[in-house]
């Protein structure tokens, strides 16, 4: 209830100019976000690669209605594959690119070409890009960008929400490619998504049984410590050596589990937002969790 709350606030524009006006929301904020500046999230790339984590890197922002914006957005990648290119951490660097922030919501060919553009920089850096999704209107168009981008970049990966009713299909679809299985983020309605956190896990588990069997590149974005031992159990059962699947998690979010299952032998990458725009991200890091909305209103009374 209170997430759904949540889910719905964070798309009024009333509540974004109330929430981003408070002065403490920045501590807050720190703590899911790596900083405002490329500097800042190439620091934050060092830091967790030298303790042998991977990073997948989202510069924040999203729903971008004009093309300036786009433009912005598909700049700010290619500056950070840019930094990142001298570190030379191969496919250990990847970024995480929502097309709604490089114009899908204006044109879908005008998001094509700025996705282009940052598979052309990744690939200059020797990273890899995947795609993020979004709410359910967006899953067709992003699949069909993402058909057309990996013509000529096959390594590009999509993730893919475990709510929606669809996604077992669109798994089966994707089974020899890299896919984020995530259990979605969004307010979406009944017609088109389980509700039940019990029928989100479920789907969960019977996406990652297609992932798992597939060919492709399972990317198992979750922090639900059943769910990671599911997994783990599921690539014995296909004998996949560890390098063939990892684990994701995001900034800020069980980090002693991430170091734990890294220290084991596992792949296991962070996802590390980073820019300005960071209100639609916080508010879903909100939503999942009521503690982290006690954590936020006792740094409002100055605790
Ligand atoms: P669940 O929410 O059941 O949490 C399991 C446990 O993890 C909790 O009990 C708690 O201990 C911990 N936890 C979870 N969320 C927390 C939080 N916010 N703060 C503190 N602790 C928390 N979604 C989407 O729609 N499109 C996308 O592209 C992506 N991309 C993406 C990338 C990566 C790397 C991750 C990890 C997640 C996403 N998501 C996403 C978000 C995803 O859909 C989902 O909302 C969150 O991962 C929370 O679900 P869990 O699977 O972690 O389980």
Known sequence: MLGSTLLAVSRNPLARKAVTALP????????????????????????LTRSGLMVTIDHLGEEVRDTDAAVTTTKAYVELLDALAPLGLGHRAEVSVKLSAVGQALDDSMAL????????????????????MEDHTTV??????????R????????????????S?????????????????????????????????DLAYVRCLKVLMAGTGHP??????????????LLADRHERARDTYEYQMLYGIRTDKQQALANSGALVR????????WY?????RLAERPANVAFFLRSLGGK
């Open 24 to 47: 403490p929301t920045r501590r807050v904020v720190d703590r899911f976000v790596a900083g405002e500046a490329t500097a800042d999230a190439v620091a934050t790339v060092e830091r």
């Open 280 to 284: 639609g991200y916080f508010m879903r």
């Open 219 to 232: 990317m198992v974005a979750t922090h639900d410590d059943r769910l990671i031992s599911i997994a783990e």
């Open 168 to 200: 077992e299909a669109d798994c089966h679809d994707l089974r020899d490619s890299r896919v984020r299985l995530v259990k979605g983020a969004y307010r979406e309605p009944a017609s088109v998504a389980h509700q039940k956190k019990n029928d989100v």
């Open 140 to 149: 067709d168009s992003t699949l069909g960008i993402l058909r057309d981008l």
């Open 113 to 132: 070409e700025h996705a282009r553009e940052i598979c052309e920089a990744a690939l200059g850096a020797g990273a890899t890009v995947t795609l993020d």
């Open 151 to 166: 013509a000529d970049f096959s390594d590009v990966g999509v993730a893919i929400q475990a709510y929606l009713f669809r």
């Open 270 to 277: 962070v996802y590390v937002p980073y820019g300005d725009d």
